[in-house]
């Protein structure tokens, strides 16, 4: 069965946490790296990962969405974004995925 995993900031993978989302601290350093053992879990199914660290590797993961079979990755903004959160985690994820949840 697929999991939703979060790739971020230590704020935003400590809160989804604590929702039940596994999730992997990163930086702009390691995001790739990070992403790929991700990308290599069996039941990798979502990825949602903070705007912040989407901005390192938009090309990788336009090629993620648009080519793997098994996961989707879904940017959302940090808890510490200065744009914020102009929707829920649900909605971003409904919003990407086209389907309600």
């Known amino acids: 069965m697929e ?7 230590i704020h935003t ?5 604590l929702a039940g989302v596994e999730g992997i601290v990163a ?6 790296k990070v992403l790929d053992e991700v ?3 069996p039941d990798a199914g979502v990825i ?3 705007r912040y660290l989407a901005e390192e590797i938009p090309g990788i993961i ?4 648009l080519n793997s079979p098994k996961s989707v990755i879904i940017e959302i903004p940090g808890i510490e974004d ?3 959160f102009g929707k829920s985690i649900l ?9 309600a949840l």
């Open 3 to 9: 999991r939703i995993f979060s790739i971020g900031d």
């Open 13 to 17: 993978v400590t809160s989804l946490r």
């Open 27 to 32: 930086d702009r350093e390691n995001v790739k």
């Open 39 to 41: 990308l290599h879990r």
């Open 48 to 50: 949602v990962i903070t």
């Open 62 to 65: 336009s090629d993620i969405n």
């Open 82 to 84: 200065p744009r914020g």
């Open 91 to 99: 909605d971003y994820i409904t919003e990407a995925l086209g389907i």
